[in-house]
């Protein structure tokens, strides 16, 4: 494995999500054999006051774990297609997270490559949610996960310079999009392309 540094601790995820968000950028997820660089990420603040996170109505059996402790992973299957994995913030109750929204594959590109298809450029490996749980191997079977204890592991990386952490609106949101809650390294060829919501016919 690649020397990433340490291991966050809970407390690193023990803040509000657009705290923990910027500062996950650079920070290196491991899962097995693949390990990815975050380059992007967005904040889901708390229950009743963002109404663009799976939280602003209160727990469900689905979002449960986003109220538990922080530094777990909390999986959520899309659009009948796709998996999305976020870390959770804040103390247990509170319900909030950040969403992986893309990155850089650091280790095990060849098993990313297997899982996303061997035609697949590198840089889009992980350039996108989806795309990054895919690469990552996420599922169902991992929402719930002890991301500071667990199989699943967040290192150190490397540090962001400020000036080069990007904000701006969250992607796709239909609510809640003028919240620049999206953050990104600048010039990073991983990061997703911006796209704002488009009502569903």
């Not at 690649?2 to 996950?24: I, K, M, N, T, Y």
């Not at 660089?37 to 602003?56: C, I, K, N, W």
């Not at 893309?102 to 095990?108: K, P």
């Not at 990007?166 to 010039?187: K, L, N, Y």
Request: neutral net charge; proline residues 8%; glycine residues 12%.
């Amino acid at each position: 494995m690649g020397d990433w540094g340490l291991s966050l601790d809970r407390s690193f995820f023990d803040r509000p999500a657009h705290e923990v968000a910027p500062s996950l950028l650079g920070k290196v997820v491991v899962h097995g054999p693949v390990a990815v660089r975050l380059t992007e990420t967005e904040a889901y603040g708390l229950p009743g006051q963002d109404p663009a996170s799976h939280t602003y109505r209160g727990m469900t059996p689905r979002n449960a774990v986003m109220f538990g402790p922080p530094g777990h992973l909390y999986v959520y299957f899309t659009y009948g297609m796709h998996y999305c994995a976020n870390l959770t913030c804040l103390p247990p109750g509170t319900g909030s997270g950040v969403l992986m929204r893309a990155g850089e594959i650091v280790e095990g590109v060849d098993v990313a490559l297997e899982r996303r298809g061997e035609n697949t450029k590198l840089r889009d490996l992980a350039r996108g949610p989806a795309r990054l749980a895919v690469a990552m191997g996420f599922g169902r079977d991992h929402n719930g996960e002890d991301a500071v204890s667990g199989n699943i592991r967040v290192y150190e990386g490397s540090r962001i310079s400020p000036e080069k952490v990007m904000e701006g609106p969250r992607t796709g949101v239909s609510t809640g999009a003028d919240v620049p809650w999206r953050f990104w390294i600048d010039g990073d060829p991983t990061v997703s392309p911006y796209r704002a919501h488009t009502p569903r016919r």
